[in-house]
């Protein structure tokens, strides 16, 4: 596929039902209707949105800022999702997915994001590629083993990955 531009877009109540496809065709978890339902609502489409090509959503990142429990009175940016179509792969889309969010906290990180210090999610134990991705990419460091945090899929243990934002 030639070099393409990526536009990014909100995710609402009138194309969430996209995301759900999205999710199906890249992850062995099904998220349960409360999940999109959450989605729907965000008011910051700078830390859920989809990425468009040609006008087709072909990706989409899903994360939400929570409270750190190891820093009381912090918080962190938590991915929740980041999938790209599988023929859209290898083009650079999750990689602007993640950096629209990083350059999102940069801008804000004096402002509504000042508490953040951290940005962080959970990989399967297998997912060699995701380990690959964020690490190299992005800085993102291998922390803690989590046994059993996955119900329904096998291996069913994860790792914990976070990047240091200050």
């Known amino acids: 596929m030639p070099h393409f531009s990526i536009d990014f877009g909100m995710i609402n109540a ?9 999710n199906q065709a890249c ?7 409360s999940f999109y339902e959450d989605m729907a609502k965000k008011p910051d489409e700078n830390l859920c949105k989809f990425a468009y090509w040609n006008g087709f959503a072909v990706g989409a990142i899903c994360t939400r800022v929570e409270p750190n429990p190891d820093r009381p009175g912090r918080h ?10 599988a023929a859209y792969r290898n083009y650079g889309i ?3 997915l993640v950096a629209s969010v990083l350059d999102h906290f940069e801008s804000q990180k004096d402002g509504s994001l000042y508490t953040v210090d951290e940005i962080m999610l959970h990989v399967q134990t297998s997912n060699e590629d995701a380990m690959k991705f964020y690490g190299e990419k992005f800085g993102f460091a291998r922390g803690e083993l989590v046994e059993n945090y996955y119900k329904r899929i096998d ?12």
């Open 14 to 22: 009138d194309n969430v039902e996209q995301l759900k496809k999205i």
């Open 27 to 33: 992850f062995p978890v099904t998220y349960n209707a």
């Open 76 to 85: 962190r940016i938590y991915i929740m999702t980041l999938g790209v179509l």
């Open 94 to 96: 999750g990689s602007k």
């Open 155 to 166: 291996p069913p243990h994860c790792y914990i990955l976070r990047k240091k934002l200050r």
